[in-house]
């Protein structure tokens, strides 16, 4: 099972940074170059422990449509998300927030598994795992972003 492991500074408080992370206003932003949409649970706001919420995007030429759940929670330190309904076999994505002197260390462990047997492992290697990279690396810009200007009002001030 693949995992990617990133770690993001961010020169803001955990605090800032752990809301912003659960945003589903914050990440529809993100996100807006794929067209997601929340279709279903949780529509805006902050996401929270044992609430769901499904995107609908186009991803790798394909609309796809993804439910998933928090299902762990210690804030500021941490939160789980994990797939309940989607394309992949399984998916879990792990956010760790660590406070630093001057900010917070984001850590990001994203483990999933392909269906499809030999194929899927091979379609990892060759695109699938730096894709999904990529996402999640352009997901922590535009946090950083926020949290590092006073646009994180608008997210978490409403």
């Excluded at 932003?29 to 995107?55: C, F, N, R, Y």
């Excluded at 609908?56 to 993804?66: G, Q």
């Excluded at 399984?90 to 999933?112: A, P």
Aim: glycine share 6%.
């Amino acid at each position: 099972m693949p995992t990617i492991h990133l770690t993001t500074f961010v020169a803001a408080p955990a605090e800032r940074v752990f809301d912003l992370c659960r945003s589903i206003d914050l990440h529809r932003k993100s996100m807006a170059h794929t067209g997601e949409e929340v279709v279903a649970g949780t529509t805006s706001g902050l996401i929270g422990l044992d609430e769901t919420v499904t995107w609908k995007a186009k991803h790798l030429l394909k609309t796809r449509i993804l439910k998933s759940k928090i299902t762990a929670m210690k804030r500021p330190f941490s939160f789980t998300d994990e797939m309940v309904d989607g394309d992949f076999k399984s998916l879990r994505h792990e956010h760790h927030f660590k406070t630093i002197d001057n900010g917070t260390l984001v850590i990001d462990l994203f483990s999933f598994e392909s269906p499809y047997g030999q194929l899927g492992r091979l379609a990892n290697r060759v695109f699938l795992t730096r894709y999904l990279e990529n996402l999640l690396e352009q997901r922590n810009r535009i946090i950083k972003e926020y949290a590092e200007s006073e646009k994180w009002k608008f997210i978490l001030n409403k």
